[in-house]
């Protein structure tokens, strides 16, 4: 193996035991592992294969819009307007389902508004050369007044049982939710978009450095429209596992999620200003964040206190490496 | 030194699997409300806490989302289920939403019953319902009839469009003034919707107030919309011309009714009804009860509840406050 590096050009710079030691996926194995301590000391039905399973159904549904949105950040945009791409296109789903509609027609309407909504937040920013932050700051209004629009108050309860199943339905003896293992899916397709494929490689080159990457020949343009367009359709099949799962889609559902799903993927590891991130970062993010809000439901803590600790874990996986950075640093000197 | 630390944290593992196996056996009901700092349902808490004590060997969780949503409701059940407790007492957000978790919970052999907000009945055994909800509707528009010498305009601040209760109630509220002749100069205008958020209750109220200027009455039939919209009398500078009714708690109301802003409003007792449901949990749990017609179910110092028809219970009707009575009971809740 050593031998063959003289001679091809090395994907990356050869990385040491110390170096994977003090990389971000250690950290964020470290504060699981504590999570997981504090969590089975704090409570009793933690460490239960059948209650962490489905723990897993609601964070997995977020989940798959961190996938495609750290695709986005590490091309340096952002979306903001994706939960109100959720509430529009589950509003869109309730009502087709009001007006007689079978489950293939509504998952149909679901994706294909994602889709639009998507679209649009990218046909503004590729043509018009918006700002993405300024862009989805629009449409996150838009989306979600719309949905206002076309439903006021109220709520949509009812859907024909094959959509409901998609959402409720458990495998293998009724222990692993559907949401699970179309994460695990997505995730594994994103991995590898990311990582083997030159397309991977070239959103990192766009991110460090947009203009550098199209001079050298890449259509950045392209990419933009095709990630906020992804980024749509992640919303959309986030918005068909959490309407079918609650079998009711109203304006006001999904409130603060694309502050979560940012959350997920800055403490992934994915750098806010574009051109770093790993797939296998933003899964660990996922998995610490799930853990730490179920152990925290389990001992009955409100919402309020849980996104306060969900926000102070954010800060201090932002704040750890940068001080151990200096501590090492001043031991060399 | 890797293998060192991985085999600490396995062994950590191991012990807390261990600690956390033996345990005392309270019983453990759940109070799930519709939502947290709503002094209704803290005063309902108060009287499941008093049953606790009287019944010993009882531990009452008492939880709530902190915004009245379904499915803040769906993932405090679910984890409710994961932390195995004996019995979930339950106030509705959504009689449909809620069905798929509380079966769920039941299957897992958790008794589930709703009070004050019921779940639609294959997701429950019984109901406690506080009153009959005729009554309580009928009984509403008597008492606006009352406040504005039945003549004028009035208007409706709900709680959530989707909230089982409050809807009955006020379309048994639309059949008293079609049915009563007494009250043909008596004219619904509108319904509203404030969430149970006292800012959006007060919002609501402040456009009626300004969009009616006949406006005479507004009727709020849950405890959050009610004082909101006697705030809002008074701020707009319509005391002695837009009264105030509905159902609230004598202790948030009663400075309303010292400025001559409400006349008169009901309530039952919350603290009877939490008491109440607590003693009915625990026959279900016991399985004294079925929850089969004819059932019925000795609940301390409430006397014989029986069980009616699918599973309804009736606790007994509303009570009513006003200038003279009203410093009795604002100390009591």
Redesign the interface.
């Known amino acids: 193996m050593e031998k063959n590096t003289a001679t091809v050009i090395p994907n990356s710079l050869p990385v040491s035991f110390s170096d994977r030691f003090r990389s971000r996926e250690a950290l964020l194995l470290g504060l699981i592992a504590i999570v997981v301590v504090v969590n089975s000391l704090l409570s009793p039905y933690f460490l239960d294969v059948y209650n962490l399973l489905d723990s897993t159904q609601n964070i997995s549904e977020k989940a798959m819009i961190v996938l495609t949105m750290t695709l986005v950040i590490i091309s340096r945009e952002i979306d903001i307007s994706v939960a109100s791409i959720i509430a529009l296109s589950g509003v869109l789903m309730g009502a087709a389902a009001a007006h007689g509609a079978d489950t293939w027609m509504i998952l149909l309407v679901g994706l294909g508004t994602g889709t639009l909504a998507g679209l649009f937040n990218g046909l503004l920013v590729t043509q018009l050369e918006l700002p993405s932050i300024i862009v989805t700051i629009g449409t996150m209004s838009l989306y979600r007044g719309i949905a206002f629009i076309i439903l006021g108050d109220q709520a949509y309860t009812s859907f024909p049982a094959s959509f409901e199943d998609i959402g409720q339905t458990y495998l293998v003896n009724g222990m692993i939710p559907t949401q699970l293992i179309a994460f695990v899916f997505f995730a594994i397709i994103f991995w590898i978009v990311l990582h083997k494929t030159i397309y991977g490689r070239r959103l990192y080159a766009i991110g460090n450095n947009p203009v550098g990457a199209r001079y050298s020949g890449i259509r950045v343009n392209n990419y933009r429209l095709v990630l906020l367009t992804l980024n749509g359709v992640a919303s959309a099949i986030t918005a068909i596992f959490l309407v079918s799962r609650i079998a009711t889609s109203r304006p006001n559902m999904a409130m603060g999620w694309e502050l979560e799903v940012i959350t997920i993927a800055i403490l992934g590891g994915v750098s806010i200003f574009g051109g770093a991130g790993k797939i296998t970062g933003v899964i660990l993010a996922v998995l610490l964040i799930g853990l730490v809000q179920f152990g925290m439901q389990l001992i009955n803590v409100p919402g309020v206190i849980m996104s306060i600790i969900t926000g102070l874990l954010l800060i201090i996986s932002l704040v750890l490496p940068i001080i151990l950075s200096m501590f090492y640093k001043r031991r060399r000197a | 030194m890797n293998r060192k630390l991985i085999f600490a ?1 396995l062994a ?2 191991a012990l ?2 261990f ?3 033996g ?1 005392a056996k309270d019983l453990k009901i759940a109070l799930v409300v519709k939502n ?1 700092g709503n002094g209704f349902f803290e005063a309902s808490n108060r009287g499941a806490q008093e049953a606790a004590k009287e019944l010993g060997g009882v531990e009452v ?1 008492y ?1 709530g ?2 915004t009245p ?4 409701q ?3 059940i ?2 409710l ?4 407790v004996d019995g979930i007492i339950i106030s509705a957000n ?1 009689p ?2 809620l069905v ?1 978790i509380t079966k769920r919970a039941m299957q897992r052999g958790i008794p589930v019953m709703s009070y004050d907000s019921g779940i639609n009945s294959q997701g429950r055994i019984v109901h406690l319902a506080p009153s009959d909800s005729k009554f309580i509707g009928y009984q509403q528009v008597e008492l606006m009839g009352q406040a504005i010498d039945y003549k004028g305009e009035f208007a409706i601040v709900s709680a ?3 909230a089982t209760n409050q809807n009955e109630w006020i379309g048994f509220m639309k059949e008293a003034l079609e049915k009563d002749a007494k009250y043909k100069d008596m004219k619904l205008v509108a319904v509203t ?1 404030g ?1 149970d958020q006292t800012d959006k209750s007060y919002r609501e109220a402040q456009a009626l107030i300004r969009k009616y200027p006949e406006l005479k009455g507004i009727e709020a039939p849950t405890s959050v919309g009610f004082p909101a919209s006697g705030k809002a009398v008074i701020d707009e500078g319509k005391v002695g011309s837009i009264y105030v009714t509905g159902l609230g708690l004598p202790s948030e109301v009663a400075g309303y009714v010292k400025k001559d802003v409400v006349k008169n409003f009901a309530l039952w007792n919350p603290v009877d009804l939490g008491y109440s449901s607590v003693y009915i949990m625990k026959s279900l749990i016991n399985k004294e009860i079925a929850g089969k017609n004819g059932d019925v179910v000795k609940a301390g110092r409430m006397g014989d509840i029986p069980v009616r028809e699918d599973g309804l219970m009736v606790m007994g009707s509303p009570f009513v406050f006003n200038a003279e009575n009203i410093d009795e009971w604002s100390p009591v809740f």
Do not use: H, M, N
């Open positions: 944290v950590i593992f807390s699997l600690s956390s196996t345990f947290l969780i939880t989302p902190t949503t379904a499915e803040g769906i993932e405090i679910r984890s289920i994961a932390q195995k959504d449909d939403s798929t959530s469009s989707q919707y969430d």
